[in-house]
């Protein structure tokens, strides 16, 4: 099988914290991967110790059987493109510059920039819909543009493996969807197996073909978002009462927060806003008739 | 912004992108930074307390008559004039690789540590060892500049995340404030080190001769031939940590490397002419401002616009006091000090 990244046994710690522990995964090829859970559960340290950002305390991270940590960092990154969770861009860098640095690792001392990495450039900011901003700069683009224009130079890499770092933390519901759409794009076109951190547990129940839910620092659930998202699961991984019922355009798992205040729905009441955050001083017991869904 | 021409023009991502033609195209950018940087060299040639015509200056350098006065009057001037060029070039391109692999826009040598490691080790050379000349000054001030970048970043490093840029900054700022304070307290007790010292410390180009300056062109070209090879490196680290790893750099190797020639550049330009402030912090803003985001043409204009900008507060020093003259440490600040506000309100301080 072709670009299989997995790990075994994998420890991850900063000094003396552990933070992944023992976590043994298979990426599957060609498929988008999500990764889930909670603030603090491990799952960008594992998308960095995938990435091979961070060394493992122990165990070991394959790409295509080889141990990551070993191979030429130059090489890795012509399968595996990285996209952090806050990149850096350089004052006045222009979009088209920019992606033109993800071309980094094909070029060398004597292999200076040619036809290949301009064709590798226009097809990753057209790829993104980025093409008519090129001359821009990145300073005068919006959160959405910007964000596609990163992902147009984790493009520009092409990889086999595109790892994102909750690559729509920063954006409205709007270029969440267009940013998660244009990644299953990608996915759908050339095959690219694609592993993404995600916050929103709803949009990663509808983009995932295999969904990881981590629970301190190890996996608590893996497979198919129908098999994986239960009000059981949300409720181990995240501490949340809520009610699991189908996504009404994709039948996906749609997960709706119970929360304290907001439980008996009123007969002209529109829906609770979802993502409401449990009260601190919560008192488990007192919620009334949580919602039942339909399952 | 309908611009499908943009395809037309070819989807530069290396090369300079000078799409929306506010920015002039770097190679132009060199061709007249070379200009004014032969004008400035000559004016440093030709105007000082002696007036010279500038067709004596123009014989003198071309077809030189050693009987003759004012032809020896210029020659005495030149290696005034190759200091101020080789230390501004050595400077530039040091505060540029510094504010570009710590991603720090205030880094310069100076808040980095180098140059109060490098004073420190120079007063030692004093008052310890009774070193009094410049040659002898040479290899203490390097080895202070390296000792002091060890020492730094070995500071920074302590902790979590490592050698970030606010913690390399800090560490400069902490060990600048420690050695000034050692240093002060040898200068107060000893009169005659600060006698020999004060000379060191203004930061000068003048009484420079050919014996100081050759033993320092390897370290020199060492130094400038590292940097100037770093600009990919450096184009890399802008990008942040994580994306630079990600497309495969090898992060503490362009770090470790680049710093091996800050240290050449900075120690044998502050041994040559003491601690010279303003200029690598100043210069590589200015670049940016005029170049844009390519730390290749970044480095390249640096060091060709720092030594302008050392000549020319060189020859300005030496003209507003006569018969005096003002050191170029100074002058350099003065003038840099505007410049340095100018750029801050212009456009907000380039995020590295």
């Known amino acids: 099988m072709q670009n299989k990244l997995e790990a075994r046994d994998l420890v991850l710690s900063y000094a003396d914290r552990t933070v992944v522990d023992g976590l043994t995964v298979e990426l599957p090829a060609g498929k988008i991967t999500v990764i889930v859970g909670a603030n603090a559960c491990g799952k960008s340290t594992l998308l960095r110790g995938l990435a091979r950002l961070l060394k493992p305390a122990s165990g070991v991270v394959e790409l295509n059987g080889r141990n990551i940590n070993s191979m030429p960092s130059r090489e890795v990154a012509r399968t595996l493109g990285l996209l952090p969770q806050t990149p850096n861009a350089p004052d006045g860098i222009t979009v088209a510059d920019l992606v033109g640095r993800g071309r980094y690792p094909h070029q060398g001392w004597f292999r200076q920039w040619n036809a290949d990495d301009d064709a590798a450039v226009a097809a990753a900011l057209e790829a993104t819909g980025t093409l008519e901003l090129a001359g821009r700069d990145i300073d005068e683009l919006s959160g959405g543009q910007r964000q596609r224009v990163w992902i147009a130079m984790a493009l520009a890499q092409q990889t086999d493996i595109l790892l994102l770092d909750e690559p729509t933390t920063f954006l409205d519901v709007t270029h969440q969807v267009e940013v998660l759409d244009l990644v299953t794009d990608l996915n759908r076109r050339a095959g690219t197996t694609v592993v993404i951190v995600l916050h929103d547990l709803n949009l990663a129940a509808r983009y995932a073909d295999h969904l990881i839910a981590m629970k301190g620092g190890c996996i608590a659930a893996q497979g198919a978002p129908a098999d994986v998202v239960t009000e059981e699961l949300v409720q181990d991984v995240f501490g949340l009462e809520a009610a699991v019922i189908p996504d009404p355009v994709s039948g996906t798992p749609m997960v709706v927060p119970v929360g304290r205040h907001h439980s008996r729905p009123a007969p002209a009441a529109k829906n609770p806003a979802v993502g409401y955050l449990p009260n601190p001083h919560d008192s488990r017991h007192e919620h009334h008739n949580p919602m039942e869904a339909a399952s | ?352």
Not at chain 2, 9 to 16: A, E, F, N, Y
Not at chain 2, 64 to 90: E, F, K, Q, W, Y
């Open chain 2, 1 to 352: 912004m309908s611009s499908p021409a943009v395809l037309s023009t070819p989807v530069s991502g290396s090369r300079p992108a000078q799409q929306n033609g506010r920015r002039v195209p770097p190679v132009l950018l060199l061709a007249v930074s070379l200009g004014i940087l032969a004008v400035a060299a000559f004016a440093s040639v030709a105007l000082g307390a002696r007036p010279l015509s500038l067709d004596t200056v123009w014989q003198a350098l071309v077809n030189a008559d050693p009987a003759n006065g004012d032809h020896a009057v210029v020659l005495s001037r030149l290696p005034r004039t190759v200091s101020a060029l080789l230390i501004g070039a050595a400077l530039g391109l040091a505060g540029t690789a510094l504010q570009g692999m710590t991603r720090n826009p205030l880094a310069d040598p100076g808040i980095m540590g180098l140059n109060a490691g490098a004073a420190f080790a120079v007063v030692t050379a004093i008052y310890v060892f009774g070193v009094t000349s410049f040659t002898g000054y040479v290899w203490f001030a390097l080895a202070g500049t390296a000792l002091a970048a060890l020492v730094v970043y070995a500071v920074a490093s302590l902790g979590r995340e490592g050698a970030t840029p606010v913690k390399l900054a800090l560490a400069g700022a902490a060990l600048t404030a420690g050695l000034t304070s050692l240093l002060s307290a040898v200068l107060v007790s000893s009169q005659q080190t600060l006698n020999t010292f004060r000379f060191w410390q203004v930061g000068t180009v003048s009484g420079r001769g050919w014996d100081v300056l050759l033993p320092l062109i390897p370290f020199l070209a060492v130094g400038a031939a590292i940097l100037l090879a770093s600009g990919r490196a450096l184009n890399g680290l802008s990008l942040g940590d994580d994306v630079a790893r990600g497309l495969g750099q090898n992060v503490a190797l362009s770090r470790g490397v680049m710093a091996v020639g800050v240290v050449l550049l900075c120690g044998a330009a502050t041994a040559a002419a003491g601690p010279i402030a303003f200029l690598g912090l100043v210069i590589p803003h200015l670049v940016r401002g005029l170049a844009g985001p390519d730390y290749r043409w970044i480095l390249v204009l640096s060091a060709v616009l720092a030594p302008v900008l050392l000549l020319v507060a060189d020859v300005v020093g030496r003209l507003i006091l006569p018969p005096g003259e003002v050191p170029v440490g100074i002058m350099t600040a003065v003038i840099g000090a505007p410049v340095f506000i100018a750029i801050i309100r212009r456009r907000k301080l380039a995020e590295l």
